[in-house]
């Protein structure tokens, strides 16, 4: 059992460790596009855009935020937006650009689970 706990604890880290990056990362581009300037484009002007804001950046950050304190709960979240955000913009799910920012809620919930098999 020792090796399964030391194991869940490196899950969990790795996913604190990514996910507090990613947060980082969407603040950043956040911050940097409304306080930027004029970026060249109207804002959200259509129910696609505004959808596709909600599922990615809103939820991966509030997700991943959340999970650093509820891991299950904060991993469900951002995986969602995920999800959302592929069914919205099917094109983006070729892109390994976008996709890898879905690893730090996918490990959440893999620590969610294997932690929960363990107890």
């Known amino acids: 059992m020792p090796f ?3 194991a869940t604890n490196t899950l969990l ?9 990613e ?6 581009f956040l911050l940097a ?9 109207a804002g959200l002007d259509s129910f696609n855009e505004v959808m596709s804001f909600i ?3 809103v939820f991966p950050l509030i997700g991943l935020l959340i999970a650093l304190k509820w891991p299950a709960w904060g991993g469900l979240i951002s995986t969602f ?4 955000l592929s069914i919205i913009r099917p ?14 809620g996918i490990l959440f919930l893999l620590y969610w ?7």
């Open 91 to 104: 094109d983006l799910i070729a892109d390994p650009s976008i996709m890898v920012l879905a690893v730090p």
């Open 13 to 21: 880290w790795l996913a604190r460790i990514l996910g507090i990056l």
């Open 4 to 6: 399964t706990d030391k």
């Open 33 to 41: 596009d409304l306080l930027g300037g004029d970026s060249g484009s």
């Open 55 to 57: 599922f990615f950046p």
């Open 23 to 28: 947060i980082g990362f969407i603040l950043f």
């Open 113 to 119: 689970i294997l932690k929960k098999r363990i107890n």
């Open 81 to 84: 937006g995920f999800i959302g």
